[in-house]
Every structure is written in structure tokens, then in C-alpha cells.
């Protein structure tokens, strides 16, 4: 038997009154997963549990089998995993966003954030303005004093590391949660460490607002990346094994530190992919032959994550998300379904959902409960139903995500 969990990240929403108040899940075409659903059982799973933040981070650490509540440390010292960086005690690590704020000669503090990720800001310009950060003997000096280093990544999603910090009392705001804000009410708080992280921002933006890149990048009718934001902050974390927990092994296949890092934590391996990018524009085809591959060197078990909608939503680009959508439909299950047939690797269980709400209406996360869809190629459920919030909240209720797995492998 094989198992085969595919996130399709942000992907459930509420009603959109643009699409006839449907969702997007309710609004795109994808005929597999829906054939998929009308054979197999469709319910609603929360993901994250009330209290925690509404995030990636939380959602997956539940789908994966670790409870939030008891191993949720933040969400940077796992992408640091994946990474392969080790955090030695008193270390704290951070997400460090290359982001937009908008122009103007108004005081740092009265800006609005435009975009968390500095327009989906291509790898090699966005790794350049970070050199370009340590190249200046100014910020160099700076995070010398606070202890501070930053670890680029080919995306907008570097990983910072600060030696002795104390951010006890610290309050740092997902960038993504508050686009189109003024970032005043927004910059790191609540403690003496988190004026040393404002500083680094402001400073960072100084030095970067007129680089070179960004002005190619106004002039190209892109967003500059002109500044950094920390958030996500946290210290080094231990998950259980999940070969121990399920007797499973397995890979994950994505192009997001955070579910590398959950992977190289939890003992499964980390798969990368040539042309994976966390956008919408991603190589889908090959995440489904990296998937299928794993699965016949001898693994039980296939994770593949898609980033698509989530970061679509984010942006505002609501004909994006429908088409990751479709595309999670056409370029990843349907050829799955039908590499896994032409491999003849015997039945198989398929778990899918969306890993937590992204609202269209705010571009933000919401932590409400999220349609799943469970097939078994061994059987035929008779329900009839498609996939989407609707159907799933008519369905059984998981009361939390931590169950998903036990679900997958029959071991409820």
C-alpha cells in the first residue's frame, strides 16, 4: 500500500463575492479531484489550533502528526533546518522577508507594506541585495552588534539567526497578515531587543530603497524590494519521528523551507525539484514524477506541497489562485493518479486538503476548519460529492489535524 498526502497551501477560502459568491475551490475546474471525492469521504479538519497563530507553520505541523500546542516554537528554526543550519542554545532565528514598502519621503514608521515577498522577488536579486546589506559597512557594523546573521535563500524567504537574544515579550507581525497597512502600529515590539530589530529594518531600507536592482526593478514596472522584515521568530526545536510515530517512511516535495524543515526534523526525506518556485509559475510535472520516484525506491509515503495558492492570494490575484487550483487539479493529481497506474504500484490511500484558509476578502490567513478529501483506490464510497468548504463542513468533523495521519494510514 502507498500513501500520498498533497497540500494545496491556502487553497480553501470563504465566499468571494466576484465569483457569484462562490469560493475558489467551488469556482475552478478540476474534474480529477472531484471524481476523486465522489469515491472517497470529503470533511472538515482544523488544522490550527484556537489560540495559535493562523499559519502554515501550526497548520502543517498538525497535518504532519506534532501537536502545535506542544512543539510549536516558531516558525524560522524549522525553515533553518531545512537549511541545515544549527541553533546553539541562546540562538533565536527569524524569518527575514525581503519586502516593498511604498515610496515616499514620509518618515520610515508612516509607510504601507505592499508586498511580503518584494513582488515574488526573483533568487539571484533578491540573495544580491542581501549581500548587498553586509556589503555596507554601516549594516554590517550594526548586526556585528546585535549578533545578528542572515542566511540567504533563492527566494524572498531568508532565514536570520541572532546569538544571546532575549525576546522574551516580543511581538513580531506576519508581513502577509498586513498588507497595504502603515507598518507603524506593525514594527517588532514589546521588548529591548525588538528596538535593535527596528533599527536593522530601518536601516536596511535606507540602504536599499535606491540599489541599483530596485531602481531596475521600478523602472521594469516591478515592486522594489526595499526593505527586510523579521517575524516568525523562535528557538531550536526537536519533533518526534515519524517513522516512530507511524511506521511509514516517506519524502516531502516542496519548495518551502518551512515543510523541508518539518521533513529533516521529523526523519523524512527532504526532496528538492529543479524549476520548484513556491509561485504559481512551478514545475508542477516535476513534483509528480519526484513524488512517484519516492515512491518506488521503496518509500510508503509521499508528501507534495503546493504553494500556489496561497502566495496568489496573497498578492490580490484572485485569477491566479482559480488557476493553481485548476492546474493542482490538471498537472499534479491527474497525472499522478495516472504515473501511479502505469507504474503498477499497487493501491494506494490519498489524502488532500488545504492546509488552513487564506481569505481572498483580506489576503490574510484564517484558522477556521478546512475541507479534506480521503480516497482509497480499493473502494468506492458511493458519496457522490466534489470537493470544496461546503461539502467538507457537511462532513465529518476532525476536531484536529494531529488525526489526519492516523486517518491516512488506517491507524485510527
Same mark, same amino acid.
Given at each position: 500500500?502507498?500513501?500520498?498526502?498533497?497540500?494545496?497551501?491556502?487553497?480553501?477560502?470563504?465566499?468571494?463575492?466576484?465569483?457569484?459568491?462562490?469560493?475558489?475551490l467551488q469556482a475552478a475546474k478540476k474534474p480529477c479531484i472531484d471524481r476523486l471525492a465522489a469515491r472517497g469521504e470529503v470533511g472538515n479538519v482544523k488544522n490550527v489550533p484556537d489560540g495559535?497563530?493562523?499559519?502554515?507553520?501550526?497548520?502543517?505541523?498538525?497535518?504532519?502528526?506534532?501537536d502545535p500546542k506542544q512543539y510549536f516554537t516558531g516558525r524560522a528554526p524549522m525553515e533553518a533546518a531545512a537549511s541545515g543550519i544549527q541553533l546553539q542554545p541562546g540562538d533565536v532565528a527569524?524569518?527575514?522577508?525581503?519586502?516593498?514598502?511604498?515610496?515616499?519621503?514620509?518618515?520610515?514608521?508612516?509607510?504601507?507594506?505592499?508586498?511580503?515577498?518584494?513582488?515574488?522577488?526573483?533568487?539571484?536579486?533578491?540573495?544580491?541585495?542581501?549581500?548587498?546589506?553586509?556589503?555596507?559597512? %554601516?549594516? /554590517?557594523?550594526? $548586526? #556585528?552588534? @546585535? +549578533?545578528? !546573521?542572515?542566511? =540567504?535563500?533563492?527566494?524572498?524567504?531568508?532565514? %536570520?539567526? /541572532?546569538?544571546? $537574544? #532575549?525576546? @522574551? +515579550?516580543? !511581538?513580531?507581525? =506576519?508581513?502577509?497578515?498586513?498588507?497595504?497597512?502603515?507598518?507603524?502600529?506593525?514594527?517588532?515590539?514589546?521588548?529591548?531587543?525588538?528596538?535593535?530589530?527596528?533599527?536593522?529594518?530601518?536601516?536596511?531600507?535606507?540602504?536599499?530603497?535606491?540599489?541599483?536592482?530596485?531602481?531596475?526593478?521600478?523602472?521594469?514596472?516591478?515592486?522594489?524590494?526595499?526593505?527586510?522584515?523579521?517575524?516568525?521568530?523562535?528557538?531550536?526545536?526537536?519533533?518526534?519521528?515519524?517513522?516512530?510515530?507511524?511506521?511509514?517512511?516517506?519524502?516531502?516535495?516542496?519548495?518551502?523551507?518551512?515543510?523541508?524543515?518539518?521533513?529533516?526534523?521529523?526523519?523524512?526525506?527532504?526532496?528538492?525539484?529543479?524549476?520548484?518556485?513556491?509561485?504559481?509559475?512551478?514545475?508542477?510535472?516535476?513534483?509528480?514524477?519526484?513524488?512517484?520516484?519516492?515512491?518506488?525506491?521503496?518509500?510508503?509515503?509521499?508528501?507534495?506541497?503546493?504553494?500556489?495558492?496561497?502566495?496568489?492570494?496573497?498578492?490580490?490575484?484572485?485569477?491566479?489562485?482559480?488557476?493553481?487550483?485548476?492546474?493542482?487539479?490538471?498537472?499534479?493529481?491527474?497525472?499522478?493518479?495516472?504515473?501511479?497506474?502505469?507504474?503498477?504500484?499497487?493501491?494506494?490511500?490519498?489524502?488532500?486538503?488545504?492546509?488552513?484558509?487564506?481569505?481572498?476578502?483580506?489576503?490574510?490567513?484564517?484558522?477556521?476548519?478546512?475541507?479534506?478529501?480521503?480516497?482509497?483506490?480499493?473502494s468506492d464510497s458511493g458519496f457522490g460529492g466534489v470537493y470544496d468548504e461546503t461539502t467538507g463542513m457537511a462532513g465529518r468533523c476532525v476536531k484536529a489535524g494531529t488525526a489526519l495521519m492516523?486517518?491516512?494510514?488506517?491507524?485510527?
Amino acid at each position: 500500500m502507498k500513501y500520498i498526502l498533497i497540500i494545496g497551501d491556502g487553497m480553501a477560502d470563504n465566499a468571494v463575492e466576484s465569483l457569484g459568491g462562490k469560493t475558489p475551490l467551488q469556482a475552478a475546474k478540476k474534474p480529477c479531484i472531484d471524481r476523486l471525492a465522489a469515491r472517497g469521504e470529503v470533511g472538515n479538519v482544523k488544522n490550527v489550533p484556537d489560540g495559535m497563530p493562523a499559519g502554515s507553520d501550526t497548520a502543517i505541523l498538525s497535518i504532519f502528526g506534532c501537536d502545535p500546542k506542544q512543539y510549536f516554537t516558531g516558525r524560522a528554526p524549522m525553515e533553518a533546518a531545512a537549511s541545515g543550519i544549527q541553533l546553539q542554545p541562546g540562538d533565536v532565528a527569524y524569518r527575514c522577508n525581503m519586502v516593498c514598502y511604498e515610496d515616499g519621503e514620509m518618515p520610515f514608521a508612516e509607510k504601507r507594506i505592499l508586498s511580503h515577498s518584494a513582488g515574488s522577488i526573483e533568487g539571484e536579486e533578491s540573495i544580491a541585495l542581501v549581500q548587498a546589506l553586509w556589503n555596507d559597512p %554601516a549594516f /554590517q557594523k550594526a $548586526a #556585528d552588534a @546585535a +549578533g545578528m !546573521r542572515i542566511y =540567504p535563500d533563492p527566494s524572498f524567504r531568508h532565514i %536570520a539567526v /541572532q546569538s544571546h $537574544a #532575549d525576546v @522574551a +515579550g516580543i !511581538r513580531l507581525i =506576519p508581513p502577509h497578515d498586513h498588507l497595504g497597512e502603515t507598518i507603524g502600529a506593525l514594527l517588532p515590539a514589546g521588548c529591548e531587543n525588538a528596538a535593535v530589530l527596528r533599527d536593522l529594518m530601518m536601516l536596511a531600507h535606507e540602504i536599499l530603497d535606491h540599489h541599483p536592482i530596485n531602481d531596475a526593478r521600478r523602472a521594469a514596472g516591478k515592486l522594489p524590494a526595499n526593505g527586510i522584515w523579521f517575524w516568525a521568530e523562535g528557538t531550536a526545536v526537536a519533533l518526534p519521528n515519524f517513522y516512530e510515530n507511524y511506521g511509514k517512511k516517506g519524502g516531502v516535495i516542496s519548495a518551502v523551507p518551512l515543510c523541508h524543515g518539518i521533513a529533516a526534523l521529523t526523519g523524512l526525506d527532504v526532496i528538492h525539484v529543479d524549476g520548484a518556485t513556491g509561485e504559481l509559475e512551478t514545475n508542477y510535472e516535476g513534483k509528480v514524477t519526484a513524488a512517484v520516484q519516492c515512491l518506488k525506491d521503496g518509500a510508503d509515503f509521499a508528501a507534495i506541497h503546493v504553494e500556489a495558492p496561497d502566495e496568489c492570494t496573497h498578492n490580490g490575484d484572485l485569477e491566479g489562485k482559480l488557476q493553481a487550483i485548476e492546474w493542482l487539479d490538471s498537472r499534479v493529481t491527474a497525472p499522478l493518479l495516472a504515473q501511479l497506474e502505469k507504474e503498477a504500484l499497487g493501491p494506494y490511500r490519498l489524502l488532500m486538503l488545504s492546509d488552513h484558509k487564506t481569505l481572498t476578502a483580506t489576503r490574510g490567513h484564517d484558522g477556521d476548519p478546512v475541507p479534506y478529501l480521503l480516497y482509497d483506490s480499493r473502494s468506492d464510497s458511493g458519496f457522490g460529492g466534489v470537493y470544496d468548504e461546503t461539502t467538507g463542513m457537511a462532513g465529518r468533523c476532525v476536531k484536529a489535524g494531529t488525526a489526519l495521519m492516523d486517518m491516512l494510514f488506517e491507524q485510527e
